[in-house]
């Protein structure tokens, strides 16, 4: 969304009674308290009538007695996450509007491996992989990927049980981490190059980050507790960065994610980019990766919240009409979707 296409709001009145609804009781618990305290500050600073809410069953018993009049989801996760689809529907039902993106584009991202189906019928980069059920063979599915290869949960955020994995002998303790949380897991190509990130707010897609953590690759500690972590933003130069940029818009809109969310990239050796997965209510820690791209953009992070919260509002709120999946069939010549 360019600055004219933005759903603009001047006074803070005009939100209503704002709930801030963070913690919950996904894995991703911890970060998104630490998110979601941030985001309460910014927003009353800037004179928001924004309240925190614990979790999505306060937040719905607060809503059947018409406590708020919309929402700002920075639950991260699955499983009273509020990031799977779950709480955008009850929400869609109960006529609430709300940050980030439906319930299509929010279960499509939250689930990895279909993610990736999506993109591959669009004709979109992504890893080559397998997905694991449960009980799967997973030396047979690590022979057809071929080493080294990378095995996670299918369903779960900010890089918890993903293990690299570069030879057999360190198989089975990956299984064994990834088989820790709940769900399928998933296996696909290790992309050995530079990790980058791209930050979409509304339709303007920010400066992209390239991610070099002071160990193998970003982790959990790399994310949220490391200081050694360096990040780079624009991470690219050019058309390099004008295609990367495009690329993730294209992924973004593929799931039918609106709002706004960040797109993870792997750029291999060779210039190639390929698409690891989209994260619909990203973290906004004093880490997190959006905050640093829109600062590179010159909006400052209590702006960064105004904007989300705008986004509730309008044509590209979530539930929509133009959060739908686009028609795989309907592309232009360079393969993109129209």
């Not at 614990?54 to 639950?75: H, K, S, T, Y």
């Not at 929010?106 to 019928?121: P, Y």
């Not at 980019?273 to 959006?290: I, Y």
Request: with cysteine; proline share 5%; net charge negative.
């Amino acid at each position: 969304m360019s600055a004219t296409q933005r759903h603009r709001i001047d006074n803070p009145a005009d939100f209503g009674r704002v709930a801030v609804v963070m913690g919950g009781s996904s894995t991703e618990r911890s970060v998104s308290l630490d998110s979601g305290r941030n985001v309460l500050a910014a927003l009353q600073a800037r004179g928001v009538d924004a309240h925190a809410v614990d979790g999505i069953p306060a937040l719905l018993d607060a809503l059947r007695v018409g406590r708020f009049a919309r929402v700002f989801n920075i639950l991260h996760g699955q499983h009273g996450g509020g990031e799977d689809g779950v709480l955008q529907g009850a929400l869609e039902a109960s006529n609430v509007p709300y940050t980030g993106s439906g319930v299509l584009g929010s279960a499509l991202s939250m689930d990895k491996t279909r993610s990736k189906r999506v993109w591959q019928s669009q004709g979109l980069p992504t890893p080559a992989f397998m997905p694991l059920p449960r009980g799967a063979d997973v030396q047979a599915a690590a022979q057809a990927i071929g080493f080294p290869l990378i095995v996670k949960p299918a369903c779960e955020g900010s890089s918890v049980g993903v293990s690299r994995v570069f030879d057999a002998s360190q198989l089975d303790q990956a299984v064994q981490l990834a088989t820790q949380y709940p769900g399928d897991l998933l296996m696909e190509t290790l992309i050995e190059g530079a990790e980058l990130t791209v930050s979409i707010l509304g339709r303007d897609v920010l400066p992209s980050i390239h991610i070099v953590p002071k160990a193998q690759f970003y982790d959990f500690n790399a994310k949220y507790v490391a200081e050694d972590t360096q990040y780079l933003c624009p991470g690219l130069e050019g058309e390099a960065e004008a295609s990367l940029r495009a690329l993730a818009l294209q992924a973004f809109d593929a799931l039918g994610c609106n709002g706004w969310g960040r797109v993870d990239v792997m750029r291999d050796r060779q210039g190639r980019n390929w698409l690891l997965e989209v994260n619909t209510a990203p973290g906004m820690t004093s880490h997190s990766l959006v905050p640093k791209a829109a600062a590179a953009a010159g909006i400052d992070y209590q702006e960064l919240c105004w904007r989300v919260l705008e986004t509730s509002f309008g044509p590209h709120a979530a539930g929509s009409s133009e959060s739908r999946i686009p028609n795989p069939k309907s592309r232009d010549s360079n393969g993109g979707a129209q």
